[in-house]
């Protein structure tokens, strides 16, 4: 041992990443909270239409009942993979109807601390190393991540707009290798395309066909516009053996940084993210849960309220943006508009140049996979009103 290595701190003499985390994915724009800290200490204004979080306020019963649970030493216990048992039949009273279904809330409702974390994890109660999965490209980090993690062999599926940016059954049905797990998501981040329940039927029947769980992320199922009603895997007749379905109370319900959610299905499947769960974490916060279940067994009126403001929203940030001359159609989901990047520069180049020039934050959309190259994505996470003022600053940009 030569002077040099003693001097080493013990820690980087006997630690270097993993393979593994090489063959992550680079995140085109790690440099923007960096940019950002820039532009504020020169004293300019951001925009940051960057990250799908609307920063409205949550329902009331959530605060109001949070503000008690939290007094309850009952609630501060591990919650476990099971939870607050009147979280889980709130949940399946939703279900019942939204969705029509009859769902037991002991075997078929599992507590997530959010949804992100469960639909990575799905993949370690699925997956066999070398089992293939099929994902849309560009989607959701964790559908690539859990498979990744588990050692699957990943699939990416370019979404296509002249496909609606839906993953045509006969994909299912002639993907390669022992196809065990296909990730489906609409309304759909970061496309902002909705499915018809007929095509969820396909899919389900395609998924069925080749022996593999279907695990459909409905996020955003209480986020559309124009009348359209998002379909889920409980109106279909038998769709419940063959899939997982997941809910999120961050879009839903504006509650993001809660961590709440829950994931629905055919109960071996929800026994078997249970198990794997028990690995890896020991439950939500019970007066979280309770929060949850108040704000569930509301009425609906929250749901509108919300989709009131955002709809406002919507309208202002096609409007603008189609006065600074993007490409731009009002989206029937999601809180995004995904848009083709005005020229030839990569969507990397194309938002790192808008937020230096204008301050204001997109995403690109190669940061959710190759497929997203050329495209830009735009969270409605501004006032109706800053809108005007978001578009003017792009047009002069460009
Ligand atoms: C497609 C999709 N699924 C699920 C989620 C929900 O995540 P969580 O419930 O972890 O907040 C998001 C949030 O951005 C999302 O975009």
Same mark, same amino acid.
């Given at each position: 041992?030569?002077?040099?290595?003693?001097?080493?701190?013990?820690?980087?003499?006997?630690?270097?990443?993993?393979?593994?985390?090489?063959?992550?994915?680079?995140?085109?724009?790690?440099?923007?909270?960096?940019?950002?800290?820039?532009?504020?200490?020169?004293?300019?204004?951001?925009?940051?239409?960057?990250?799908?979080?609307?920063?409205?306020?949550?329902?009331?019963?959530?605060?109001?009942?949070?503000?008690?649970?939290?007094?309850?030493?009952?609630?501060?216990?591990?919650?476990?993979?099971?939870?607050?048992?009147?979280?889980?039949?709130?949940?399946?009273?939703?279900?019942?109807?939204?969705?029509?279904?009859?769902?037991?809330?002991?075997?078929?409702?599992?507590?997530?601390?959010?949804?992100?974390?469960?639909?990575?994890?799905?993949?370690?109660?699925?997956?066999?190393?070398?089992?293939?999965?099929?994902?849309?490209?560009?989607?959701?980090?964790?559908?690539?991540?859990?498979?990744?993690?588990?050692?699957?062999?990943?699939?990416?599926?370019?979404?296509?707009?002249?496909?609606?940016?839906?993953?045509?059954?006969?994909?299912? &049905? /002639?993907?390669? %290798?022992? #196809? $065990?797990? @296909?990730?489906?998501?609409?309304?759909?981040?970061?496309?902002? +395309? *909705?499915?018809?329940?007929?095509?969820?039927?396909?899919?389900?029947?395609?998924?069925?066909?080749?022996?593999?769980?279907?695990?459909?992320?409905?996020?955003?199922?209480?986020?559309?516009?124009?009348?359209?009603?998002?379909?889920?895997?409980?109106?279909?007749?038998?769709?419940?053996?063959?899939?997982?379905?997941?809910?999120?109370?961050?879009?839903?319900?504006?509650?993001?940084?809660?961590?709440?959610?829950?994931?629905?299905?055919? &109960? /071996?499947?929800? %026994?078997? #993210? $249970?198990? @794997?769960?028990?690995?890896?974490?020991?439950?939500?916060?019970? +007066? *979280?849960?309770?929060?949850?279940?108040?704000?569930?067994?509301?009425?609906?009126?929250?749901?509108?309220?919300?989709?009131?403001?955002?709809?406002?929203?919507?309208?202002?940030?096609?409007?603008?943006?189609?006065?600074?001359?993007?490409?731009?159609?009002?989206?029937?989901?999601?809180?995004?508009?995904?848009?083709?990047?005005?020229?030839?520069?990569?969507?990397?180049?194309?938002?790192?140049?808008?937020?230096?020039?204008?301050?204001?934050?997109?995403?690109? %959309?190669?940061?959710?996979?190759?497929?997203?190259?050329?495209?830009?994505?735009?969270?409605? +996470?501004?006032?109706?009103?800053?809108?005007?003022?978001?578009?003017?600053?792009?047009?002069?940009?460009?």
């Amino acid at each position: 041992m030569d002077d040099t290595t003693v001097a080493l701190p013990v820690s980087r003499q006997a630690w270097s990443p993993p393979g593994r985390l090489n063959g992550l994915p680079p995140y085109p724009l790690a440099d923007v909270p960096d940019i950002k800290a820039r532009l504020l200490a020169e004293g300019r204004t951001v925009i940051d239409l960057g990250v799908g979080d609307p920063g409205l306020p949550v329902p009331d019963a959530a605060v109001e009942t949070l503000r008690e649970a939290v007094g309850n030493p009952a609630l501060s216990k591990y919650g476990f993979q099971r939870g607050l048992p009147e979280y889980r039949e709130a949940i399946a009273r939703w279900l019942g109807r939204r969705f029509g279904a009859d769902v037991d809330p002991d075997l078929e409702v599992l507590p997530v601390i959010g949804s992100k974390e469960a639909i990575a994890l799905t993949a370690f109660a699925v997956l066999d190393p070398g089992d293939s999965v099929l994902v849309p490209d560009p989607g959701y980090a964790p559908y690539f991540g859990g498979p990744y993690f588990a050692g699957a062999d990943v699939i990416r599926f370019e979404l296509r707009a002249e496909e609606g940016y839906l993953i045509p059954p006969d994909a299912i &049905r /002639r993907a390669r %290798g022992r #196809l $065990r797990l @296909v990730y489906i998501n609409y309304p759909n981040n970061p496309t902002s +395309a *909705v499915a018809e329940i007929s095509y969820l039927q396909e899919v389900v029947e395609a998924c069925r066909e080749r022996g593999a769980v279907l695990l459909f992320d409905n996020a955003y199922s209480e986020i559309t516009f124009d009348g359209f009603r998002a379909p889920g895997l409980l109106e279909i007749e038998g769709a419940r053996e063959v899939g997982i379905e997941f809910h999120s109370m961050s879009k839903t319900y504006n509650m993001t940084g809660w961590r709440l959610g829950w994931a629905t299905g055919d &109960r /071996r499947l929800i %026994g078997a #993210l $249970r198990r @794997v769960k028990t690995f890896f974490d020991t439950g939500a916060f019970m +007066a *979280v849960q309770a929060a949850g279940a108040a704000v569930l067994e509301d009425p609906d009126e929250y749901i509108r309220w919300n989709l009131d403001h955002l709809g406002r929203r919507r309208d202002a940030a096609v409007a603008a943006f189609q006065a600074a001359g993007l490409d731009v159609t009002a989206p029937r989901g999601t809180l995004y508009l995904w848009f083709a990047v005005p020229g030839e520069e990569k969507a990397e180049d194309f938002c790192r140049r808008l937020l230096i020039d204008s301050g204001v934050v997109l995403l690109p %959309g190669s940061a959710m996979g190759p497929g997203g190259e050329g495209f830009v994505r735009a969270s409605l +996470a501004i006032h109706e009103d800053r809108w005007e003022e978001a578009g003017r600053r792009i047009q002069e940009a460009l």
